[in-house]
């Protein structure tokens, strides 16, 4: 064989484990914001997933949201219901008033869970809207961040918020952008790389 022919080989090999075994994101420069490849949370190397633009009622871009796994999958039930670490890392581009922000996550929950039967979730929730009294601005940033047996940490604007403890609540946020109701499909999949 041709040293032509091994080239054109080889490349088509590469092609087919591409296809085959298609690999998770590698950092990123997303529309000019640094997403890196790999980030370490509670001593755990966690993998970028997918990046993704945020719409607000499906016209204007208001956030970049990056997707990190300590496990990565990019089966959405797996996402919801597995014990790792798990984050998404949002970078805002557009100013988000805190009330707007805080009645549509809001109303967003409320569509995924019955609150008058969980008093206790709807106790936590409010604990995560309590965490964003400040408006937006362009540049900044916030994330959510599951560490098992710790819970669910808040951090904004470099500012740790709080840590929501128990697996319901990480149930919750996840199966809110990773469900069924998940609020635009294209998004989510963005996040899990597909």
């Not at 490849?37 to 990046?51: A, H, P, R, S």
């Not at 719409?55 to 300590?70: D, M, N, P, R």
């Amino acid at each position: 064989m041709g040293k032509k022919s091994k080239e054109v080989s080889l490349f088509f090999i590469v092609i087919l484990l591409g296809i085959m075994f298609p690999a998770f994101a590698l950092g990123v420069e997303y529309k000019g914001v640094d997403f890196p490849d790999e980030v370490v949370i509670d001593g755990k190397t966690c993998q970028l997933m997918g990046v993704g633009s945020y719409k607000a009622l499906y016209i204007v871009t208001v956030e970049y949201v990056g997707f990190y796994l300590s496990e990565p999958t990019q089966n959405p039930q797996a996402v919801i219901h597995s014990e790792q670490i798990k984050r998404l890392r949002a970078h805002v581009i557009y100013n988000i008033k805190a009330k707007d922000f805080t009645e549509w996550y809001d109303k967003e929950f409320s569509k995924v869970f019955d609150y008058q039967s969980n008093p206790e979730l709807r106790k936590k929730v409010d604990q995560y809207l309590g965490s964003f009294t400040e408006d937006f601005k362009k540049h900044d940033e916030f994330s959510v961040t599951y560490i098992p047996g710790k819970g669910t940490e808040i951090v904004v604007k470099s500012e740790k918020k709080a840590i929501i403890p128990g697996r319901d609540f990480m149930l919750a946020i996840y199966t809110l952008w990773f469900g069924p109701k998940s609020p635009t499909k294209k998004f989510m999949d963005s996040l899990l790389g597909l």
